[in-house]
């Protein structure tokens, strides 16, 4: 909440900035509808939060400060966002409510408006969530029924929130909670909604906001967004998007497994039915106000926090409930990982002044009919999907032409505010992504798909200057996206045909439950449907091999082979990484046990997920594996994702110090990807770098990469570690990283991942070339010089 990205800090003002009596100290937050500000109040001494229109999509800053539309064109849309701006102050100034934010002050200054909120210190439901924190359901009961006591005055008054989530609730240090952000609140009008145009929250979101005039949307609609919220606290999973649900309507599933299910035994039946109910898809089998779904609850709903007309507080604690009250941050326990898993944070999705382009539901017999229409595309074998995102309307006209003629079915769009609703309702196979786009930018999109997880095969476009359109890549890269293309413009037709042709090859076959679901994967654990390859790593001067890195496959049948970025975020999400990581370890260990009479040198990285770092007892368990099957635990490196060890810096460092006293090896995994303190990096006690692949491959053809991965050979050898390159392709590659003293390559060049009997055999056939080579060479050497050998795959 108090950090300050320097991203938004190029757009933001500058700390000791004055506005009025109120002085500028840091950002809290920001999004397409305007930045909040920590501020001081320097009349009053006190700490105060500021917000400011400002939308970025339409306006931009000058150097004093000031605040304009882009163009004429974008004008009336600015000032018609800041008339709804005012009209946030003017409904959050009706209410004196300790649970829902109070406004202050609001002035217009730089040409754009302000609005002077109270400070409210604590921290969000969200970072609960994140850290896997389980209350208990008096704490819940704490939270949630003041909140619902606010928001029933709040809909009595005609409006509606339309963006609770866990970052929107705060948590003070007296337990109490407070509703943030209404910057999407809506007010009714002789029971017509007014139009909507605000983006959705993935997630906590009704499938009723996907519409863009509104329709059906109400009290009911704030209900499943609370409903959700609470989902993810009590079960710890981030709740499946409305789009996803709608397109499994096709064979009566659900990917939302209920509450009821997950939850059950943790809290009373009453509580989980209630949230259930909340989140039921179609909005006249929720409740339809407030009230309504209080009765659901525990106790009627009177257990505590009611909230009177006036807005004061009175607390009925029911018998069943009373214990002495403390805040319910303070009560709360880390869960095991095993009920539940670090959950990415949601993308945090403000109100823009244009609407999203999508189908209006307007009654319930045209949502049935869009639910047919979307669950028809999703059954069977389907052509592959390619999205379209390029403000150019006459690129997107070309694109879709071509990728249509070459096999895709394709949808496009000129308006980068449609992107988030096109994804989640086309769900694409592939999307081609313009980084440039007036006053938008690709960039911002990477982010958001790598926010939802996104497995899309991406074709980045551009005018720009090479190196831009290069660090767009990598940085897609970094964030665990599928970066495949970039295609420079002015567009190319034979080139574009001859890019995304290999894309559209074949098609997708879909069971009936269309994308892979949590039971699909428990099922595979289970079922010895998941299998380990080896893939060999070598020491670039010797060419010996000093060990095998484990590589988790799901082989559904003996035809199809599931790739690991399609499970592994799966099992993040669902909690089953601790299941499938000690499946891989097992299977690995079990494989290393039967060739270690021949080659008894070799080394065994497995991987371990960062959200296993939270679990105090994964040395013991790890060590306890290690033993079961006899194995030496210097012999085992764990890789952990540099990103990923610096998540919790403090309680990583007790549980990689523990491994590394139990006797098993580290190493820091994709060095380069994340955006580390080197300091930290330095207190951990890692034994290996492993250079990211992405600047292995680009190593012979961009300078940039080449100078990185020379600098952190350095690096890494003047800390005392072994440095592995990976993403090494060819012998050109390797020759030129043995040359700079790294000190082992892995790589297709020597060897893809195979399964533990052809690797057996790969092992042999490279043994016998090494000795056949006696000591092969590249170019004369002197004797004594530093000879670097010949490598040959």
């Not at 320097?42 to 000058?62: C, G, H, M, W």
């Not at 099957?629 to 998540?647: F, K, N």
């Not at 034994?687 to 292995?696: P, T, Y």
């Amino acid at each position: 909440m108090h950090q300050e990205s320097s991203l938004r800090s190029r757009k933001s003002l500058p700390t000791g900035h004055q506005l009025l009596s109120y002085r500028i100290e840091s950002v809290l937050g920001a999004g397409g509808f305007g930045i909040t500000y920590l501020a001081t109040d320097t009349n009053l001494n006190r700490a105060v939060a500021i917000k400011e229109y400002f939308p970025e999509q339409l306006a931009s800053r000058d150097d004093e400060g000031n605040i304009h539309a882009t163009s004429e064109k974008e004008s009336s849309a600015f000032v018609w966002g800041r008339e709804r701006f005012l009209k946030e102050g003017q409904i959050l100034a009706r209410f004196s409510n300790p649970y829902i934010v109070s406004v202050l002050d609001f002035f217009e200054l730089h040409n754009t408006s302000y609005m002077v909120m109270e400070y409210e210190s604590g921290e969000s439901l969200k970072s609960i969530i994140r850290e896997g924190r389980r209350l208990s359901e008096g704490d819940v009961l704490e939270i949630l029924l003041p909140l619902l006591r606010s928001l029933a005055r709040f809909h009595n008054e005609g409006f509606i929130h339309r963006d609770i989530k866990p970052a929107n609730i705060l948590i003070r240090r007296d337990g109490t909670p407070v509703l943030l952000d209404f910057g999407s609140a809506r007010q009714t009008v002789s029971g017509e909604r007014l139009s909507l145009t605000s983006l959705v929250s993935p997630g906590y979101a009704p499938v009723e906001q996907y519409s863009d005039k509104g329709a059906h949307q109400g009290p009911w609609t704030d209900i499943y967004a609370l409903g959700a919220t609470f989902y993810h606290l009590l079960t710890g999973r981030m709740p499946a998007t409305a789009m996803e649900r709608t397109a499994s309507l096709h064979d009566g599933s659900d990917p939302l497994t209920p509450a009821s299910v997950l939850a059950r035994g943790a809290y009373s039946e009453e509580l989980l039915k209630a949230i259930d109910i909340s989140m039921k898809l179609m909005e006249h089998e929720r409740p339809r106000s407030v009230s309504e779904l209080l009765e659901l609850l525990p106790g009627g709903g009177s257990t505590v926090g009611t909230v009177t007309e006036t807005g004061n507080t009175t607390r009925a604690v029911s018998p069943s409930t009373t214990r002495q009250v403390t805040p319910a941050y303070a009560r709360s326990r880390i869960i095991d990982r095993h009920a539940a898993t670090e959950i990415n944070p949601e993308v945090d999705q403000s109100n823009t002044a244009t609407a999203p382009t999508t189908a209006t539901l307007s009654s319930n017999a045209e949502r049935s009919s869009l639910y047919s229409q979307i669950s028809a595309q999703m059954m069977g074998k389907r052509s592959k999907r390619l999205l379209i995102v390029d403000d150019d309307a006459r690129v997107c006209r070309l694109v879709k032409r071509v990728s249509e003629g070459i096999g895709f079915h394709t949808y496009a769009t000129d308006n980068p505010v449609d992107f988030p609703i096109a994804y989640q309702g086309f769900r694409p196979d592939v999307i081609v992504l313009d980084l440039q786009m007036g006053h938008s930018d690709g960039v911002e999109l990477l982010r958001y798909l790598a926010d939802q997880g996104a497995e899309e095969a991406i074709v980045l476009m551009s005018g720009v200057d090479q190196r831009i359109i290069d660090t767009a890549a990598r940085l897609g890269k970094s964030l665990g996206l599928n970066i495949v293309n970039v295609l420079n413009k002015p567009i190319d037709i034979n080139v574009l045909r001859t890019e995304l042709g290999p894309l559209a090859e074949g098609t997708v076959t879909l069971g009936p439950g269309g994308p892979l679901h949590e039971r699909d994967l428990e099922r595979a654990i289970l079922e010895n449907q998941i299998t380990v390859h080896y893939q060999p790593k070598i020491a670039l001067k010797s060419g010996r091999v000093t060990g095998v890195e484990a590589l988790v496959r799901w082989r559904q049948s003996s035809e199809d082979l599931i790739p690991p970025d399609r499970f592994i975020p799966l099992a993040e999400k669902t909690g089953l990484i601790d299941a499938l990581t000690q499946r891989v370890l097992e299977t690995a260990l079990a494989d290393a046990r039967t060739w270690s009479d021949k080659w008894p040198e070799l080394n065994l990285a497995v991987n371990l997920s960062p959200s296993m770092l939270s679990n105090l007892e994964l040395p013991d368990r790890i060590a306890s594996i290690v033993r079961s099957y006899d194995m030496d635990p210097g012999r085992l490196i764990l890789e952990v994702t540099e990103s990923g060890a610096m998540q919790r810096p403090d309680q990583t460092m007790e549980i990689l110090a523990r491994l590394r006293l139990k006797g098993v090896q580290l190493s820091i995994d994709d060095f380069g990807a994340g955006h580390s303190s080197l300091l930290q990096l330095y207190r951990l006690p890692f034994g290996e770098l492993k250079i990211e692949r992405s600047f292995v491959i680009d190593a012979l053809d961009s300078q940039e990469a080449a100078t990185i991965i020379h600098a952190t050979i350095e690096l890494g050898h003047r800390l005392g570690l072994k440095v592995v390159a990976e993403g090494v392709e060819d012998k050109l590659t390797a020759e030129w990283l043995a040359q700079l003293q790294c000190d082992i390559g892995q790589g297709n060049f020597f060897s893809v991942a195979l399964p533990s009997p052809e690797f057996l055999a790969w092992m042999d056939h490279w043994a016998g070339n090494q000795s056949a080579e006696s000591t092969p060479r590249r170019g004369d050497q002197s004797p004594g010089s530093d000879a670097v050998v010949s490598l040959s795959a």
